[in-house]
């Protein structure tokens, strides 16, 4: 059972979601020095906040909460990013079947950003005990998940999410920095992204 956005419609039932928006984290001021032999970082970019996603099956409250920095030295992807993000979906009573509130929390492993879009993946390290992703095995692999975020500026519509889905055994995980094109619009709270640039 995973998430698959835009292959299917069928979500994994997932925690209560966060309702906190989070402000752009400042770069500190040692980001420019060499860690553990990478490269001089040169530049950094940032994703903060929440949003929930239209889902056209109604009782069905979805959210993802992102934290996440990236570093960067010359190259076009991450030296090395940080940070977390959280998805949630809550479902109400219907069709016989309780309420549930489920989540699952990944630890940031990259954030690439471009102009108003950015896409982020992580892998899992906490889920709601004893819900799908734990039965799946997918906390015990760490699975590797990614989010996609446009975030649209003054009149220029919607901003969207995309959601990739967990690899099941035997089908090839997600790479790093890799996530869907972001489809489905977001119907509540927002995201500040601050695209590549130099550090302060």
Same mark, same amino acid.
């Given at each position: 059972?995973?998430?698959?956005?835009?292959?299917?419609?069928?979500?994994?039932?997932?925690?209560?979601?966060?309702?906190?928006?989070?402000?752009?984290?400042?770069?500190?001021?040692?980001?420019?020095?060499?860690?553990?032999?990478?490269?001089?970082?040169?530049?950094?970019?940032?994703?903060?906040?929440?949003?929930?996603?239209?889902?056209?099956?109604? @009782?069905?409250?979805? /959210?993802?909460?992102?934290?996440?920095? +990236?570093? *960067?030295? #010359? !190259?076009?992807?991450?030296?090395? =990013?940080?940070?977390?993000?959280?998805?949630?979906?809550?479902?109400?009573?219907?069709?016989?079947?309780?309420?549930?509130?489920?989540?699952?929390?990944?630890?940031?492993?990259?954030?690439?950003?471009?102009?108003?879009?950015?896409?982020?993946?992580?892998?899992?390290?906490?889920?709601?005990?004893?819900?799908?992703?734990?039965?799946? @095995?997918?906390?015990? /692999?760490?699975?590797?998940?990614?989010? +996609?975020? *446009?975030? #649209? !500026?003054?009149?220029?519509?919607? =901003?969207?999410?995309?959601?990739?889905?967990?690899?099941?055994?035997?089908?090839?995980?997600?790479?790093?920095?890799?996530?869907?094109?972001?489809?489905?619009?977001?119907?509540?709270?927002?995201?500040?992204?601050?695209?590549?640039?130099?550090?302060?």
């Amino acid at each position: 059972m995973s998430i698959r956005v835009p292959r299917t419609l069928t979500f994994l039932a997932l925690a209560a979601a966060l309702t906190a928006t989070a402000a752009v984290t400042a770069v500190p001021a040692t980001a420019a020095s060499p860690a553990g032999g990478e490269p001089p970082i040169t530049s950094t970019s940032s994703l903060t906040g929440w949003g929930r996603m239209d889902y056209p099956m109604p @009782g069905n409250d979805i /959210r993802i909460t992102v934290d996440a920095r +990236s570093f *960067y030295g #010359a !190259g076009h992807l991450p030296v090395r =990013s940080e940070g977390t993000f959280r998805i949630s979906h809550r479902t109400d009573a219907m069709n016989g079947q309780p309420a549930s509130e489920n989540w699952g929390e990944f630890t940031v492993d990259c954030l690439t950003t471009g102009g108003p879009v950015a896409t982020v993946t992580g892998t899992l390290v906490r889920t709601t005990p004893g819900g799908p992703w734990e039965k799946a @095995g997918y906390l015990k /692999r760490h699975i590797r998940m990614g989010v +996609s975020v *446009y975030v #649209a !500026g003054k009149n220029a519509g919607p =901003s969207r999410i995309g959601l990739s889905g967990g690899a099941e055994k035997g089908e090839l995980p997600l790479k790093k920095c890799m996530a869907p094109a972001p489809g489905a619009t977001v119907v509540a709270g927002g995201y500040s992204l601050t695209d590549r640039g130099p550090l302060k």
